[in-house]
């Protein structure tokens, strides 16, 4: 289980990314490199990997951006997903490891893959009706992208018919990049024009696609090379490799560098071959992809929270570069935490401009042993931030002294604290603001997250305009950003937000409009802006799937807040009557203590015999087990979900936010199947595929995957080995599928 410190520092990771990702995706102007980027997010998973539980409400499951706004929206049919990571050879390994658990392969089944280069520029969908282009997409948050149709039209190398051997629906998935050449160029006329560079070739080709003015895209000589594909209304090949040669053939440019493998050996030859090759592109590429060539293999491994399980991105190594510590900030967090950021002297790794790079804590300043004024070498490595990896002491200037971290909060002057590990017995990494709610950053941390693009993305109320309103009183709680237009204009002029030095009528407009379409919310994203610890993007998502409506929601946590506070009532009432057994006890004539005491024992335990059951205990530990019977959610989000409803000021933010709000019923994702929307538990063993092959295809299927019986479960699936839950599924009458029932199913 993670203690709290490991908790913190999960949500500080997730909350940076989050942040990054509207930069790279949104803005195109990233502030750090993509190694910086990837150690993040190397970091996160890694603390995902040693704590399952931080993955239910992770934005690690998250792809991208959510669209800007300037550019029309359109829904892919078919998610654009992401990739897993590889930065060594044995994480390629683990992962041909993982593809044969989960497909019960042996060891001497032979498994081919396809190697491609990774190309640094942004991804697009193509969507071709009757083999004619009609819809051009970027990938945005993976469900929704921009539509770049008419920017399309000025790229060369995508064709706008197809020939007649494609089908009649096609959606080609690929990348736009610009060359080096073009690059340069481009940034000589932006010079030459006294405009500001671009940082890299990524970020131009980004740009160049995104221009609002479609005509100048037609400026910016932009290259296409296709990867994949979306929705197909028929399929022209059964292999990775053939679905490749089938869209070269109808005219897409497919990279020449890509080639077919038969296992890790080959696949590792073809890594260093083009590593090797890498400078000489006259593109940008950071790895290689693998893919398993199957089709059919790869509709069996399927996604995991929008990853593929057949395919992984295996990055170059990191990149270094040598720069000066100029400062060491310490930011604090939604949940007290407190990070040390190294502020340097800004340098340039992989093209891109790094400033800043995380300390981690106190435990990682005192293992470097690092310093103000001290120079220092840069890491950008595939999914681990831009990172300190040592400190060149020998060009340390005179008189450096060793830095202190803090004991006291710099926002609100609490004390920090390093708060126990329970697991460990050892003090957290971590250390903590104790000033809860008195903190302010606290207060803007958890309003920024209230506002961030996973919960209500209000559009023009971003982490500037929250601190900036914060520190004004304007925005206290997340009620308070629903009521700010009407307490506006309840204000004298001269005093109202256009009146203030960078707002204008038109962009408190746009603001007041962009907070008013959010006043109905996805029931998810609302459980998830809530920032309840623990509680994710895909914990918060388990939950609505589970409960369906805010309503529902909401008086199961009353009832579970309400049975903690019960329980805890009698335990102090239960150390009460100890105390005063003691006492009594004490009072006692020797002589007849031993008969009094026992006498009294015999009456307390009459007592609570006779005694009615506790409703309220009953109604929490109903929804205690319900909430645990959820595949995903486990006793740490229960505790959260508990502490958070149990704390007053906390239920008062919330009414007060749903007396502004509403909340969209959670529904299903519609599929034909005979146990969508149904409650399904596997127990024993499964002899035809795995219990996570098992899953996936439930899921697919539309049904909910839980962990334990209980009397709303629909279905038992029982192989060999099943004991207990089969016994209390028979005794309450619920349905029960051997392997094969479930086989028949499964094939649908």
Not at 577 to 599: K, L, Q, S
């Amino acid at each position: 289980m993670a203690d709290r410190t490991t908790t913190e520092r999960h949500a500080a990771l997730s909350k940076e990314i989050a942040e990054h990702d509207k930069r790279y995706f949104q803005d195109d102007d990233p502030i750090i490199s993509d190694a910086a980027y990837d150690a993040l997010r190397r970091e996160l998973e890694d603390l995902e990997a040693e704590y399952p539980e931080l993955a239910d409400g992770s934005i690690s499951a998250e792809i991208g951006a959510a669209p800007s706004g300037a550019f029309a929206e359109v829904e892919h049919p078919v998610p654009m997903v992401s990739l897993n990571k590889a930065l060594t050879e044995a994480e390629v390994e683990e992962f041909i490891a993982r593809v044969r658990r989960f497909l019960k392969l042996d060891g001497d089944t032979a498994l081919t893959f396809t190697a491609e280069p990774k190309i640094d520029g942004l991804s697009i969908s193509l969507r071709y009706e009757e083999r004619k282009l009609v819809v051009a997409a970027t990938r945005g948050d993976g469900r929704t992208g921009e539509n770049v149709t008419a920017n399309v039209g000025y790229v060369d190398a995508i064709p706008k018919t197809l020939p007649k051997a494609a089908p009649d629906v096609f959606e080609v998935r690929g990348e736009v990049y610009m060359t080096h050449g073009d690059f340069e160029a481009l940034n000589a006329r932006l010079l030459e024009a006294d405009k500001r560079p671009v940082a890299n070739p990524r970020n131009a080709a980004a740009g160049s696609l995104r221009q609002v003015d479609a005509s100048k895209t037609g400026d910016r000589p932009l290259h296409f090379f296709a990867y994949g594909w979306g929705a197909v209304s028929e399929m022209p090949a059964d292999t990775q490799w053939g679905m490749m040669e089938a869209l070269a053939a109808w005219g897409l440019p497919v990279n020449p560098l890509t080639r077919r493998c038969d296992g890790l050996a080959e696949l590792m030859a073809a890594y260093a071959a083009i590593e090797e090759e890498r400078s000489g592109l006259p593109y940008d590429i950071d790895g290689m992809v693998y893919k398993l060539d199957r089709l059919d293999l790869q509709r069996r491994l399927g996604e995991r929270e929008r990853r593929p399980r057949w395919a992984i991105a295996h990055k170059f190594p990191a990149e270094r570069a040598i720069t000066v510590l100029e400062a060491i900030d310490v930011q604090v967090g939604r949940t007290g935490a407190l990070t040390p950021v190294a502020k340097l002297d800004p340098i340039t790794v992989g093209g891109v401009v790094v400033k800043n790079a995380t300390l981690h804590n106190a435990d990682e300043i005192a293992r470097l042993d690092v310093r103000v004024g001290d120079t220092v070498e840069i890491q950008r490595a595939g999914d681990v931030i831009p990172q300190v990896v040592r400190v060149l002491k020998e060009k340390r200037p005179a008189g450096a002294e060793p830095y202190v971290f803090p004991d006291r909060c710099p926002v609100c002057g609490s004390h920090v604290v390093a708060e126990m590990n329970p697991r460990t017995g050892r003090p957290d990494v971590v250390r903590r603001c104790t000033g809860g709610l008195v903190c302010a950053a606290q207060q803007v941390e958890r309003l920024k997250h209230f506002v961030s693009r996973a919960a209500f993305d209000i559009e023009g109320l971003g982490s500037k305009q929250i601190a900036a309103f914060h520190a004004e009183g304007l925005i206290r709680t997340p009620a308070d950003i629903f009521t700010l237009a009407a307490r506006d204009a309840e204000r004298p002029e001269g005093e109202r937000l256009v009146d203030r030095e960078g707002y204008g009528e038109t962009s408190v407009r746009n603001l007041f409009a962009a907070i008013d379409s959010r006043r109905t919310i996805a029931l998810r994203r609302l459980i998830y802006a809530l920032g309840i610890r623990r509680v994710g993007e895909i914990s918060a998502r388990l939950l609505a799937l589970h409960f369906g409506t805010w309503e529902a929601f909401r008086s199961a946590m009353e009832a579970l807040a309400a049975a903690a506070k019960a329980r805890e009532e009698e335990a102090r009432e239960e150390e009460a009557r100890e105390e005063e057994a003691r006492e009594e006890e004490a009072r006692e004539d020797e002589a007849r203590e031993g008969e009094a005491h026992e006498e009294k024992a015999r009456e307390e335990e009459a007592r609570k015999e006779d005694a009615p059951p506790d409703a309220e205990a009953e109604a929490g530990d109903s929804v205690r087990a319900d909430l645990e019977s959820i595949d995903g959610i486990g006793g740490t989000v229960v505790e959260a979900l508990e502490a958070f409803f149990g704390e007053a000021h906390n239920v008062e933010a919330v009414d007060a936010l749903m007396a502004e709000v509403t909340a969209e019923p959670e529904v299903q994702r519609a599929v034909d199947s005979p146990i969508a929307g149904k409650a399904i538990v596997f127990t024993g063993s499964l002899e035809a595929m795995t219990r996570d092959e098992a899953k996936a295809r439930a899921e697919a299927l539309g049904a909910r995957v839980v962990g334990s019986i209980s009397k709303k479960t629909d279905i038992v699936v029982a192989g060999p080995g099943a004991g207990s839950k089969l016994t209390k599924a028979q005794a309450l009458g619920i349905e029960v599928w051997d392997e094969d029932a479930w086989m028949a199913c499964a094939a649908e």
